[in-house]
């Protein structure tokens, strides 16, 4: 990583890269305005369960800063974080940051000016963003000892810094790996209808120099029956109770490829993707997206007009298939809900 950022936050604006561009061009937008946070996770600008927290959590304080002279201004912030909660319904920590930044409002409206109000807005986000970049840089030392030198890792979509504050979350552990002086090497799926592995993934990897190779998804398996790979790592969107987890499309199908290979497969994710609310996977919202994304390629129709799509944006993998699930506090291997209960609510 080096000479971009995911985000910034100065002078009251929030900077973010947008991520639908890459890798063709660098185009960073700069707005005071909520509404274009919101439109920007909702089209993928801002993208990866981490980001997008992160995102909506400024968006709270660009939106309570417009309202500062609005009577009723509580109620109205209410409204631009329920704005925020209905652009994406996978990952969890949009609602997580949400609800973050709803405490904060609900401790202090009773006593406090509206000014005050969003100055402890804006510090419990960048307090958000701060806690990102700390908490992946952990999850990659503790997904780092995983990585054995000379390996070679498949990973799918984007988990990396593109999809966080900073560092990623499985692109963490790669990165730390090789930062120590592991020789480590990376197959990339690229993750269809939006490519996110051969556009995002790649990029990051290449900007640090980290040995790439580039696959289609549907050349995973074979890849595996050849022996090039000795583990599979991703991040996650949400994971529930019993250790099911939601990721981007295609991950399910890597995950059970992987057990017939004998291939560890791991996720690498922060305690905030964790959702102890939902017993299992089958409770997780599943986002669909928009027939085109599948129908056409760059603008370009791929398939004929008026077909049927199915277009789901993520698939869930049950536990049974993952291996480890690396986390800032520590790797779990099983006894899922008990390890996770032990790392979020030590004293229940």
Known sequence: MSGWRTFAWQDGRLTFLDQTLLPGETRYITTQDYRVVADAIRR????GAPAIGIAAAYGVVLGAKELAGAAQFGEKVRQVISE?????????????????QQAVLERNESQAEAAMI??????????????????CRAIGENGATLLADGITVLTHCNAGALATAAYGTALSAIRMAHRQGKRISV???ETRPLLQGARLTVWELMQEGIPVTLITDNMAAAVMHLGKVQAVIVGADRITANGDVANKIGTYGLAVLAKEHGIPFYVAAPLSTIDLELASGADIPIEERAA?????FGGIP????????FNPAFDVTPAKYVTAIITEKGIAT???????????????
Do not use: H
């Open 292 to 296: 085109a994304e599948v129908t056409s």
């Open 187 to 189: 197959f990339a799926d």
């Open 44 to 47: 993928l600008k801002v993208r």
């Open 334 to 348: 099983g006894d899922w809900k008990r390890t996770f209960r032990s790392w979020i609510t030590p004293n229940e």
């Open 118 to 135: 969003i100055t402890a807005l804006e510090n419990e986000a960048c307090q958000i963003a701060a806690e990102d970049e700390q908490v």
């Open 84 to 100: 925020l909660a209905e652009t994406r319904p996978t990952a969890v920590n949009l609602f997580w940051a949400l609800k973050r």
């Open 302 to 309: 791929v398939a004929p007009e008026g077909v049927a799509v």
